[in-house]
Each structure stands twice: as structure tokens, then as C-alpha cells.
């Protein structure tokens, strides 16, 4: 519950303080909009897992198939939503900070906005596929009350095999896709650093300084998701005599965790949102001085 409202609290917080920007200067950048984005559907992931923690420890009663259905529907736009945003933040930041003189990434770079847009087009194909999996797999897991048990039991097995590695997948890739982003920062910041030396000039300059305030927030978000995601894996892939409610606890409290810390890192790596937060923090201690 301390996840989950906090959680709530800095991701509508960041909706807030974009939200009002747009309406001041009638103007949304995509950093704003990623963030914003971002935000939303960390919300919706958070009500989710409180959902399920509330269902499993509660009221199983609450899983039943209609309800189940429209909760998972609203997990996997969440989560979808979630993992690539922050991997079209994390691209970003590589093209606008990183600098290498190869014609594809110079490409790239002076095209962020059309490489972001076919970043979310194409996501939206993973999207599809993982509902229709899971359609698939809900239909003839219900379908097959009736018939040899023991063909119901290997192909109860096959389906369940197949829509985890559909889910495995659609996390491992924007996964990778931000670790590979986070290698290239690293490497131009290591070539900037040598020409730097070479030149006899001090490492504390401008563009250095930008890389690792990039690095920050996106070793932030893969240490948080790798915890994640290794949760997950813990518990999807672990045999159905292994699993128990501590395990699926688990992979819940790191989801919330993922998804609170982060968000605070985002808040105090992002200009705006870091000076509405520090400006509401004095604003908040000179209320508490007169009140007291």
C-alpha cells in the first residue's frame, strides 16, 4: 500500500506538472509526452497490482473469468505501454546526446521524431500478438472441459508454454532494446572522454555531464527492471508445483517497487519536474512554519 500511493502520487505528479506546461505554452515536446505517457500507464500497472495482491491474499473469489478478463486486458496495455515508453525515452536520449559520425546514426538522428514514431507503430504489433495469444489461450483452456484428460493436460501444457514465451518476449525485447541504448551512451561517453584528454582539456565540460545525467536515468530504469523482470520469470517460468503466493507476492511488490523508484528518478533527472517538485517542497515547509 506504501508503493502504491506514492507511486500514484509521482506519477500523477508528473502528468500534473506536464499537463499544466502544455496548457501554459500550448506546446508538448516528446520528452513531455514519453513522461506523461509514462506516467499514466504506471498508474494504471499500479491499480492492477493492487488488484491482484488484493485478490490473491483476500478474496480469490474475485478472479473469476470476467473479471480476470478485464484485468488482464488492462495489464497488458499497461505494462506494454510501460516497457516501451521507457525504451523510446531511453533511444531518445541516445540520439539526442551521443555522438558517432556513422551515416546510419546521423540518419537516425536527424530523424528522432520519425524513429520514435515507428518505435510506437511497430510496438503496437507485439501489442496485437500478445492479445490475440492470450484470446487463444483463454478460449481453449475454457473449451476443453470435455474430452481425454490426458490430451486436456498436454495441451493445457502446449498453451500455457506458448503464451509464456510470447510474454517473455514482449518484455525482452524493449528490455534490450534499452541496454543496447545504454551501451552506446557509454561507449560515445568514453570516446568523448579520450578526445577530450587528448586535447588536455578537463573531463567537467557540458557534453560530459549531459551523457551521465542520461546514463543515471537509464541504469536507474534497468537495474529496476531487470528486478522486474527477473521476478517475473521466477515466477511465470517455475513449474506449477513450485509456484505459491509468496512467489506471485513477490513479483508483485518488485513491479510496485519498480515502478515508484523509478518515477522518483525521473522526477529528480527531468528540469521541469525536479524545480515544480523542489518549488511545492519549500512551498510545503513555509506552510508547515506558519501552521506551526
Keep these: 500500500m506504501t508503493g502504491f500511493v506514492l507511486g500514484n502520487l509521482a506519477n500523477g505528479f ?21 513522461l506523461t505517457g509514462l506516467a499514466v500507464s504506471r498508474i494504471g500497472l499500479l491499480w492492477v497490482i493492487l488488484f491482484y495482491s488484493y485478490a490473491s491474499v483476500y478474496n480469490s473469489v474475485l478472479l473469476i473469468l470476467g473479471i480476470r478478463t478485464i484485468v488482464n486486458i488492462m495489464w497488458i496495455v499497461s505494462n506494454h505501454f510501460n516497457n516501451w515508453l521507457v525504451t523510446m525515452l531511453s533511444i531518445l536520449y541516445l540520439l539526442k546526446i551521443a555522438n558517432f559520425s556513422s551515416h546510419i546514426f546521423l540518419y537516425l538522428k536527424w530523424r528522432v521524431k520519425s524513429v520514435l514514431l515507428t518505435i510506437m507503430l511497430g510496438s503496437l504489433l507485439f501489442l496485437v500478438t500478445h492479445f490475440a495469444m492470450e484470446s487463444v489461450c483463454e478460449n481453449m483452456l475454457t473449451n476443453t472441459s470435455e474430452g481425454n484428460m490426458t490430451w486436456k493436460i498436454k495441451f493445457r501444457a502446449v498453451i500455457c508454454l506458448s503464451s509464456t514465451t510470447v510474454f517473455t518476449l514482449v518484455i525482452a525485447i524493449p528490455f534490450t532494446m534499452s541496454l543496447i541504448s545504454f551501451l552506446l551512451l557509454i561507449f560515445s561517453l568514453w570516446r568523448h572522454l579520450k578526445r577530450m584528454q587528448l586535447r588536455g582539456e ?3 565540460d557540458l557534453s560530459t555531464k549531459i551523457h551521465l545525467r542520461a546514463l543515471q536515468t537509464i541504469i536507474s530504469f534497468l537495474l529496476m527492471f531487470a528486478l522486474f523482470f527477473m521476478a517475473l520469470i521466477i515466477s511465470v517460468w517455475s513449474p506449477s508445483h513450485v509456484q505459491s503466493k509468496p512467489i506471485h ?3 508483485l511488490a518488485a513491479g510496485t517497487l519498480n515502478l515508484l523508484i523509478h518515477s522518483l528518478i525521473l522526477i529528480w533527472g527531468n528540469q ?3 524545480q515544480a517538485c523542489v518549488s511545492f517542497l519549500r512551498q510545503l515547509r513555509c506552510w508547515l512554519k506558519k501552521r506551526k
Design 14 to 34: 508528473i502528468v500534473l506538472v506536464n499537463c499544466i506546461d502544455w496548457v501554459k505554452r500550448q506546446k508538448f515536446s516528446w520528452t513531455d509526452g514519453i
Design 202 to 204: 578537463g573531463s567537467q
Design 249 to 251: 507476492l513477490l513479483c
Design 272 to 274: 521541469k519536474p525536479k
